[in-house]
């Protein structure tokens, strides 16, 4: 199978707001890349809304997406989490979470009310923010003499390659974002350059 060369995610953040029988429910959706980014939106967001009854959430990361979680928060299982992972899904999209706030009205929605309510606030969200395309990155750390700085960082150009990190000096060190697509001609132009050296990580 052909490694995959793309995914689609989301790089902005969006709001929505579902009422049903006086309950509300608030929908936040977020670009994250890591599980501390996802932590971390949520505590602000339980700081913004400490009365609410529940902090409810699903997200996914990773380009295989095959790391997720999902939190009911207090709901009956299964009405909040997985509707909402199952609409970033329906989207396609990985490196997104959504929390969605909710204010008890006072009237039980029921199961079906919920699951209804939890999938509605999630989708009006996702709706305002467009999936992006991105190229899979392939990381590799680099380290070349500084007079090769102009050759390599023309390479990293023209190939749409990404610099995740770099430490300038006489000798740099640079941690770069191959997409897959390219792998093989950035290696290619890179070890054509006498005194690059190059690791996959």
Known sequence: MAA????????QVAFAEFKDRGSRFMAYAFPMQ???DFKKQLQALKKE???????????????????????????PSGTAGRPILGQIDSKNITNAGVVVVRYFG???????????????ATVL??????????????????????TLMNDVMLIIKQCQCLIEQQEISMFCRMQIGVPVARTEEVLHKLQDLQGVEMDKI
């Open 106 to 120: 006072g009237t039980l929605l029921g199961v079906p009310g919920l699951i209804n309510a939890y999938k509605t």
């Open 34 to 36: 890591t599980t501390e």
């Open 49 to 75: 809304h400490p009365k609410a009854a529940h902090h409810c959430f699903a997200y996914r990361i990773g380009v295989d997406g095959n790391s997720f979680r999902v939190s009911d928060d207090g709901e």
């Open 125 to 146: 969200a996702l709706q305002l923010v467009p999936a992006v395309r991105k190229p899979v990155l392939i990381s590799y750390r680099l380290q070349f003499d500084y």
């Open 4 to 11: 995959q060369e793309f995914f689609y995610t989301i790089e």
